[in-house]
């Protein structure tokens, strides 16, 4: 199961009701902060999700209102000790900004004291892969150099049969991680047992997409295809659709087709504009796709 906290709505500026960009992706012990807008730091606050295990953010691109929260972040972090190191992985153009940000506004004289830095420069492709969680990116058009958007997938499994591992007589402990694994063991009597005969018929696996800010969507349907939960911004409205192209963003009916496109069940609409009345954008989402909503901060999200 994935869990998402949505920490910022907003687009390009912080309003009374929603701060920039920033979501928490959290699978069993996995946390990953997707941006870090300004003021991400007291969101977590005020969210309640703590800043324990936060040790890993993904930049979908280098915009002040993805990255400025970098500084406070980390400084907390640094200060309260919550964990030792802190990796932001990104393409190199909003990497190098994030660098810069940290080494030489933040700690000009050099890097924290307690907290470790890393700056993991990232492509499209598999990031992490354990054989059961895969984290990847995929590129996505705006108007900023090097920008990615990221997908979570719980890959399927199949799950070991208690009564049958009762029968073969397969202890607790590693020849069972092993199974679990896909690997065959050999038991202590010199017995083999192969994973298929201790488990069951293969379940689904998960996914969820996070697109960042962008400008065309046809070019994201392969990456974003059969996801359970697409998060993607639509930063205008469809009357506004030359104001969209103008500013390198998406409306509401670009992420609806996309959603339609790649066979999309759930689509979460964030970088929100203040520019609309409350509730309008919401309103074209739900007459466009039954499945669309549109999130405010501090929303929490389950994919099961």
């Known amino acids: 199961m994935f869990e998402l906290t949505f920490l910022g709505t907003g687009a390009s500026v912080p309003s009374a009701a929603r701060n920039v960009s920033a979501l928490l992706v959290e699978q069993g012990g996995r946390r990953f902060l997707v941006d870090c807008g300004e003021g991400t730091q007291r969101q977590i606050m005020a969210a309640g999700v703590g800043f324990r295990r936060l040790d890993t953010v993904l930049l979908t691109h280098g915009h002040l209102d993805h990255i ?42 050099g890097r924290p004291g307690r907290l470790a830095l890393e700056f993991v420069p990232i492509a499209p492709g598999p990031l992490i892969e354990d054989g059961r969680f895969r984290l990847s990116a995929f590129p996505v058009r705006h108007a900023a150099p090097d920008c990615l958007g990221f997908r979570f997938d719980l890959l399927p499994h199949r799950p070991l049969l208690a009564d049958r591992l009762a029968e073969l007589g397969v202890p607790p402990g590693p020849e069972r991680s092993r199974l679990a694994r896909g690997e065959a063991v050999r038991l202590p009597d010199g017995r083999r047992v192969d994973p298929e005969a201790v488990t069951g018929p293969p379940q689904g696996g998960v996914s969820v997409a ?48 996309l959603a339609r496109a790649a066979g999309i069940g759930r689509l979460c609409l964030n970088h929100q504009s203040s520019r609309y009345r409350e509730g309008a954008v919401a309103a074209e989402a739900a007459a466009l796709f039954q499945g669309a909503r549109v999130v405010s901060d501090f929303e929490r999200v389950r994919v099961p």
């Open 68 to 109: 400025l929260g970098l500084g406070g972040l980390a400084g907390t972090l640094n200060l309260w000790q919550a964990v030792e190191r802190l990796r932001i992985l990104a393409g190199p153009a909003p990497l190098e900004l994030a660098r810069r940000l940290l080494l030489d506004v933040v700690w000009p004289g």
């Open 210 to 257: 996070v697109v960042g800010d962008a400008e065309t969507v046809d070019d994201l349907v392969e990456h974003v295809r059969g996801a359970d939960l697409l998060v993607i911004e639509a930063s205008f409205m469809a009357a506004d659709a030359e104001q969209a192209r103008a500013h390198s963003h998406l409306t509401v009916a670009d992420a609806v087709n």
